[in-house]
């Protein structure tokens, strides 16, 4: 039942009476209690009188509580407010602080404090983040032939500043310059160096061509990579193509086994040329050497003879002779005239030690002796080198 209806005993919440006057409750009164509770939170008196005082005493005891109170809430706000501007970068980030909406600076990673909203702000980015897109078209090459590419490109953040305030959509510049460049490059090549050899240049050239075109816009981001894929030609010629890269790998293919047989037999062809050379030089060295002692020999020769003619020509002769008798196989046996005796000799023994066949052996007697051919009487053979003097 509400209390002001009929049985309810007339009890009035805000004048906590019942019964008696009726009335709206006194404003003077709960602004006073608010201010003892204010008092009493933090550490001050409660007013003194009664109530009828409390009308006058709002500006006096009470009133500086509550001023202390509002100096203390305004001093943990403003501890509050400054403490917000404490803010973390993380290594892979940098802060990027702006103040009214205007950069200032750029933090790199650790604990760093800001001027608080609404003055200043920090917006984080992350630069160790790597973005990755491809690209895949069809295009015409150098010498009009068509040839299908795809690449892909691999980017991250270089400076946060200008990847923020410098241009409006960074990853969209990045995805017209990649498309640009590629067919800048592509049809300043042609079809067989873009398939075979060239496509690591290729791929080099279209990344430095990339960033400059990154630096020159100021996009901040900054090309890593730049991964090409083998380029293909249309279907409708593949197998024309298919064809002449099996012909060009089965010429690569014969030249390298060429250059590895020249590679084997060239050194073993030098090595032969150096060895004849070599016995060339010795064999005219042995026969310098041995006509040079041939000279000397003769030389001596001659001035002996020259001092004793006929003592040197019968040395010559002995000496000839010797020569002539040592090498050959006959036996001469000296018999005198009318002598009828029977000689033995041990032939066989004799043989063994020259080493010479017993049937080529047959003898002689010394009235008949054989001189070989090949040797010259002792009077020619003066002769001769009289005319050689």
Known sequence: MAWNEPGGGNQDPWSGKSGGDQGPP????????????????FGGNKPSGNGSGGGSGIGLPGGQFSSRAMAIIVGVLVVVWL???????????????????????????????????????????????????SHRAAMLT?????????????????????????????????????????????????????????????????????????????????????????AKPPEQVKAAFDDAIKAREDK???????????????????????????DAKAYRDKVIAESEGEASRFTAVLTQYAKAPEVTRQRLYLETMEQVFSENSKVLLDVQDGANSL???????????????????????????????????????????????
């Open 26 to 41: 006194d404003l003077d009164e709960v602004v006073r209690k608010l201010q003892e509770r204010l008092g009493g939170l």
């Open 142 to 230: 150098q010498d009009e032939n068509i040839v299908e590419v795809e690449l892909t490109v691999q980017s991250r953040i270089q400076d946060a500043a200008d990847y923020l305030f410098q241009d409006q959509d960074p990853e969209k510049t990045l995805n017209d310059a990649t498309v640009t460049v590629v067919r800048v490059t592509i049809g300043q090549s042609k079809l067989d160096y873009v398939m075979t050899e060239g496509r690591g240049a290729v791929a080099v050239t279209i990344k430095e061509r990339i960033q400059a075109l990154m630096d020159q816009y100021r996009t901040g981001l900054v090309v890593t990579s730049v991964n090409m894929q083998p």
């Open 252 to 278: 690569e293919r014969l030249e390298n086994q060429a250059e590895a047989y020249s590679n084997e037999v060239l050194p073993q062809a030098r090595g032969a040329a150096a060895r004849i050379l070599a």
């Open 343 to 389: 000689l033995y000799l041990p032939v066989e023994q004799l043989m063994k030690q020259r080493q010479i066949p017993v049937d080529a052996v047959r003898t002689e007697p010394v009235g008949a002796m054989h001189v070989p051919e090949n040797i010259d009487p002792p009077q020619r053979v003066v002769d001769r080198d009289r005319r050689s003097r």
């Open 83 to 133: 403490a917000s501007g404490i803010y973390i970068v993380e290594p892979a980030e940098r802060g990027v602080v702006m103040r009214f909406g205007r950069y200032v600076d750029t933090t790199g990673p650790g604990p760093h404090w800001h001027i608080p909203m609404p003055i200043e702000s920090v917006v984080k980015v992350n630069v160790d983040e790597i973005s990755t897109f």
